[in-house]
């Protein structure tokens, strides 16, 4: 990537590691994607618990 940026004369600036607030929306996005996989995941185990418990 650097070095499409310099072909292109583009200075990239990157983020200070450790520093969630200098990049909000990024931060808010990984919040909120990790939530939901965790939902997803934990419905779809108790949907199986459920079956098997129906079933079993």
Not at 19 to 46: A, T
Request: glycine share 8%; aromatic share 14%.
């Amino acid at each position: 990537m650097e070095v499409w940026a310099a072909k292109k004369s583009i200075k990239l600036e990157l983020i200070k590691l450790g520093s969630p607030y200098q990049n909000g929306f990024v931060e808010r996005f990984n919040c909120s994607y990790r939530e939901q996989v965790l939902v997803y995941i934990c419905l779809s185990h108790f949907g199986r618990f459920v079956t098997l418990q129906i079933n079993g």
